[in-house]
């Protein structure tokens, strides 16, 4: 079945963007889509349009018997492998695989996947940018907002791609095999969804599921529990170390990165900034020089590289307070990488939909960096629970009431910063659109 889908009915569980990618991709090889997703037709008008345009069969608003007249399903990463609808496919035993599992069936080149728990985006969008300065037909994919599959059939045997991969896209692999698998970290995340932490690094660790002795395995060394179940692996294992561990193929001694111990770059030439993108980019450089990125390609990406859009991203200047994007931010881990960016005091905007995190863990940074938090969404109650007594708290009913709020609530000089360290499904379609409509408000303030 794999690679040879000509007439072959195929199920596409969930009409998001990589479920209506991965039916396009399916209909120019041939196949027979269709797709099925809970939701309402009017609620997916733009979906709608494009399945009408390209001929592919699909239904909304709930899954027919329909859905079990095929070969194999593709799931949407929205989808949890434990709900109702995937379970009755394994029951009929009818295969279900993610999208990122379908795409590398046809995916030409080579592959590098990036995974972890924070940084994923930051860290695939400069791999890419490093590959266009050898291979100007890399692509960047996945997880990051373009699906797998939009990209795959223009690959050839010359091309890389680097790909953004989830836990949630990890479940349902099976040959899913990369050159390079990156993984950045492990944090407490998505526990709405796993049982508990052991079962969401378990999907996580699934990138490295068919890695050979000739891939490479590249992972943050400072991360004890990924340090050690990297030892499991066979692989060529080359780890980057922020705290100056010079044993390991990158590292940072607190003013410069070093790459198999020669000078890469000195921080203060980069326009990332803090810690975590110093990770990020030494995990990125690993991953392009082994595709063949030559060390001043490298090194001049990381100086004009300025970071990626709702990843701590600067909005605007109203009445000297700077207004920061930061909707990326969907863990508690990302947040406090955010509150740590920072030298002047912060007003914070911060909640949504809760992933089951412990924000207890914030404390002592919100109460060094933080000025005043304003609350939104589903997870204000459970915040404010946390941080009561710590720094003053407010609640709005809308992204715009907080905006609103927190710009009353700064002085000049100081920051305004959404980043919200829970999903965005409470309110919006996605962070994206968080982001967007965070900027559109700022926009409209008077200065």
């Not at 008008?45 to 027919?64: C, D, N, P």
């Not at 991360?223 to 940072?252: V, Y």
């Not at 001043?296 to 307070?321: D, P």
Request: glycine letters at 6%; a negative charge.
């Amino acid at each position: 079945m794999m690679k040879n889908v000509n007439g072959k009915k195929v199920t596409i569980l969930g009409a998001a963007r990589s479920g209506i990618a991965a039916a396009e991709m399916l209909k120019a090889l041939g196949a027979r889509p269709f797709v099925s997703d809970s939701a309402s037709e009017a609620d997916k008008e733009e979906q709608v349009h494009r399945l009408q345009k390209t001929g592919i069969a699909y239904e909304f608003g709930g899954h027919s018997a329909a859905v079990y007249e095929a070969d194999f399903a593709v799931l949407s990463p929205g989808i949890p492998v434990r709900s109702k609808i995937v379970q009755s496919f394994f029951e009929k035993k009818i295969p279900v695989y993610s999208e990122i599992e379908v795409a590398s069936w046809f995916c030409k080149g080579g592959l590098i996947a990036v995974t972890g728990s924070n940084g994923k985006t930051t860290t695939t969008t400069l791999i890419g940018e490093m590959l266009r300065e050898k291979y100007p037909q890399a692509a960047a994919a996945g997880n990051i907002g373009s699906p797998f599959s939009a990209a795959v059939l223009q690959t050839t045997d010359e091309s890389w791609m680097v790909v953004e991969v989830s836990s949630f896209q990890l479940e349902t692999i099976e040959t899913f095999h990369p050159n390079q698998a990156v993984v950045l970290n492990f944090a407490p995340n998505h526990l709405d969804r796993y049982d508990d932490y052991d079962a969401y690094l378990a999907a996580k660790w699934r990138v490295v599921k068919n890695i050979s002795a000739t891939d490479y395995l590249i992972y943050n060394a400072a991360d004890a529990r990924l340090s050690r179940q990297t030892e499991e692996k066979e692989a060529r294992k080359m780890g980057f170390d922020i705290n100056g561990d010079r044993i390991q193929a990158a590292w940072f001694d607190g003013q410069s990165i070093f790459l198999h111990g020669e000078e890469l770059i000195n921080v203060q030439e980069m326009k990332l900034r803090g810690k975590h993108n110093y990770m990020n980019a030494m995990a990125a450089a690993l991953a392009a020089q082994n595709a063949g990125v030559a060390i001043e390609a490298i090194r001049t990406v990381l100086q004009n590289f300025a970071g990626v859009e709702h990843r701590l991203e600067f909005c605007a200047e109203k009445n000297g307070v700077k207004f920061i994007n930061d909707s990326k931010a969907t863990t508690v881990e990302s947040l406090s990488f955010a509150l740590q960016s920072f030298d002047t005091p912060i007003v914070l905007i911060a909640g949504g939909k809760d992933k089951g995190s412990d924000f207890t863990k914030l404390n002592d940074l919100i109460k060094r960096y933080v000025k005043t938090v304003v609350l939104i969404g589903t997870a204000a109650e459970k915040m404010e629970q946390a941080w009561q007594g710590i720094k003053p708290l407010k609640r709005a009913e809308t992204l715009e009431e907080a905006v609103q709020m927190a710009a009353g609530l700064a002085d000049k000089g100081e920051v305004v910063l959404l980043s919200p360290a829970c999903a965005s499904f409470d309110m919006f379609t996605d962070f994206e659109d968080r982001g967007r409509q965070f900027k559109k408000i700022v926009h409209h303030l008077t200065d």
